[in-house]
C-alpha cells in the first residue's frame, strides 16, 4: 500500500503502478441491489432464468456502472493520505467497458498514477483503473479517473 502524507505527494509517483486489490466475487445480491437502487433492471442483469436460455455463459452480467462504483471501495487497497481534508470524484476523462462480468466472477482493481498538479487547497490526481476478471485476458473496464482532495485544513 503506498501510504501519503499529503494529497500532492502523489505527483512524486507518475508513472507508478500502485499494484492490485484482493479478488472480490460478484454476487447476484449485489447486482440485483444495484439494479433496485437504480432502476437499472434490464433481463440481462436480472433475470436469472432467462440469462440460463438466452446468455452466451447462461449466466447475468454485472452493470458496467456498477463496476464503476466499486473503484473507490477498492482502491482503499492500494493507497492512503495521512493527512487529507475532503475528496471528490471530479470526472472520467474515458471510460470503457471491454467485457462483460458474468455473476460468480471474480474482480480486482489494478491502478496507476498518470499524475497530479496542485489544484486550489489541495490536488487534481488523476489515475487509471483497471478492473481485471479472473481468468480473463481482457479487463471488464478502463477508465481514466480525476480525483479532487483538498490538504487537510
Known sequence: ML??????????????D??????VEITQQQIDGYAELTGDDH???????????????????????????????????????????AGLNYGYETIRFTAPVPVG??????QQVIGATEKGTGARIELRSTIELQASEKPALVAHGILLIARQA
Open 3 to 16: 501510504e501519503l502524507s499529503e494529497p500532492l505527494d502523489f505527483a512524486r509517483h507518475a508513472g507508478a
Open 18 to 23: 500502485l499494484g492490485v486489490t484482493d479478488w
Open 43 to 85: 433481463w440481462i442483469h436480472v433475470d436469472v432464468a432467462r440469462a440460463l436460455r438466452e446468455q452466451p455463459d447462461g449466466r447475468t452480467i454485472a452493470h458496467g456502472l456498477f463496476l464503476l462504483g466499486l473503484i473507490p471501495r477498492l482502491q482503499r487497497q492500494l493507497f492512503r493520505i495521512k493527512r487529507r481534508g
Open 105 to 110: 466472477s471474480n474482480i480486482r482493481l489494478r
